[in-house]
């Protein structure tokens, strides 16, 4: 019971950070959309970079990623709550019944950790090239989020099995 009870507590923390980051982006969409304009106007990296005619000017595109990213993260936010209240529900039943009802859950930290590691460190770094901006430089944190949400991934879908020894009613 333990472990089930570690796994949604883990994804509700997925969940809960992702909350906030789409209550971010939602409330100062302002402050948050000044990352992507500058990712796609590529105005504080190198100058003199080769990369640099890869740049998008328009406002339309411009928003249009951001709300995108947005509504990823909200679905990605979804799932993971949905998925961790499946669970809850579910924590009772047999090992083989709670593996089952994992699939929302891993969909929706799947889905975190494509926004993070190809929005974010494929597309803003390696497209974008802003690794190269003192002011946006967005890879670090993108790593420390996706390789977060990676390792609470490869936690659940261990699969659970049912143990019926002495120690079970300890828990």
Known sequence: ?????????????????MSLVIFSNITDYETNFQFV???????????NSPIKYRYVSS??????????????????????????FILLKNIKAPAPVFNKKKSIAITGLTLGFLVWQVGFMSIAGGWYGVWMSSKWDVIPDSFRFFVTIILVLIYLVMPEFDHYDADEDDE
């Open 37 to 47: 304009y500058h990712m796609f106007q590529m105005d504080t990296i190198n100058p």
């Open 1 to 17: 019971m333990a472990i089930k009870i570690s796994k949604i507590l883990l994804i509700m923390a997925m969940a809960f950070f």
């Open 59 to 84: 406002p339309s595109i411009q928003h249009g990623g951001f709300i995108l990213v947005i509504i990823l993260q909200a679905i990605t936010c979804v799932l993971c709550w949905l998925g961790s």
